[in-house]
């Protein structure tokens, strides 16, 4: 089955201790590149999720973030005074006061206005606790990329195999016009020696030899067998359940290669125009095939 390398999905998740928003995004590339966003709170998960990511995705550039939403309800414990903080703070403001005369007490709306006086400690789940957490909603998320990947991928695949049938079309054109374009050449060398010879007979054995040296050089049946063998084996490649980009964008290479020596060969202009045409295919595939894992 073909898959897109591009994809979205998102997904918040909650318990009774917190809540997490978690994203994943993907584009093509031709090499597996993970990049996170992490809350603080999940860094310590940073390798397991990626190592999550890479045992479903083998190509493309991914983008994954998670978002702490929200946590449980603040308790006593969770906010606490900096004590050594405040004695300094409050030994300061005192000798302020007194170095510039300033009347009046320090009262406690001085001492909140200043920074970390009062500090607020985060619940912290152990690695294991967080991975257990984050599991089953990180499988949901990328289960839910991969669905819209696959998606992507059919609607790739239709257009890769209308494309493919083209090319056999006009394969078919090159490979019954040959014969007639060594026979047309024939009959045009033949006219054009009586013509310079002004009735004196030609001779029919050099007049065969010509030709063969033509249909030679213009041969193209084993580059014609060779194009649809890898027609063939790109077709086949929709039917196997691994990622099979990099054997496509080998197999367009390949096709690429025996299309331009039919090209060079080739000494007839719809022979010509239908190479145009294979080659035409064969670039929108390669731009199509850049995006298939």
């Known amino acids: ?3 897109s390398m591009t994809g979205f999905a998102q997904m918040v998740f909650s ?23 992490l809350n603080n709170a999940f860094y310590p998960l940073e390798d397991r999720i990626k190592t999550y990511i890479a045992s479903h995705i083998s190509r493309g550039s991914v983008e994954f973030s998670i978002q702490l939403v929200s946590q449980e309800k603040l308790r006593n414990e969770n906010i606490a005074i900096n004590w050594p903080m405040a004695r300094i703070y409050c030994g300061l403001l ?9 009347p009046g007490a320090i009262e406690l709306g001085h001492l909140l206005a200043l920074k970390d006086l009062v500090i607020y400690q985060e619940n912290t789940y152990s690695e294991e606790i967080l991975w257990r957490k984050l599991s089953s909603p990180l499988k949901k998320v990328i ?25 056999r079309k006009e394969a078919d054109l090159i490979s019954k016009k040959v014969p007639k374009v060594v026979e047309a050449y024939q009959v ?8 310079i010879a002004k009735g004196v007979e030609v001779d029919p ?6 030709v063969a040296i033509l249909a030679d050089r213009s041969d193209v049946s084993e580059e014609l067998i060779r ?3 890898h027609v063939k084996q790109f077709e086949a490649l929709f039917k196997e359940s691994q990622p099979v980009g990099k054997k496509m964008e080998f197999l367009l290479q390949e096709m690429n290669r025996e299309v331009n020596t039919i090209g060079s060969k080739s000494m007839d202009s719809e ?7 294979i080659k035409a295919e064969l670039e929108k595939l390669r731009e199509q095939v850049q995006n298939i894992e």
């Open 1 to 3: 089955m073909i898959k």
């Open 15 to 37: 318990d009774n201790s917190l809540q997490i928003a978690l994203s994943v995004r993907t584009y093509n590339n031709r090499f597996l590149d993970i990049k996170l966003r």
């Open 94 to 102: 005192t000798e302020l006061k007194k170095n510039l005369n300033i």
């Open 143 to 167: 289960d839910a990329l991969q669905k819209m990947r696959l998606e992507e991928g059919r609607n790739l695949s239709r257009d890769l195999l209308k494309r493919l049938r083209v090319i």
């Open 188 to 195: 045009r060398l033949k006219n054009r020696i009586q013509k």
């Open 205 to 210: 054995i050099r007049l065969a030899q010509e």
């Open 227 to 229: 194009l649809g063998s």
């Open 271 to 277: 022979i010509s125009h239908q190479v145009v045409s």
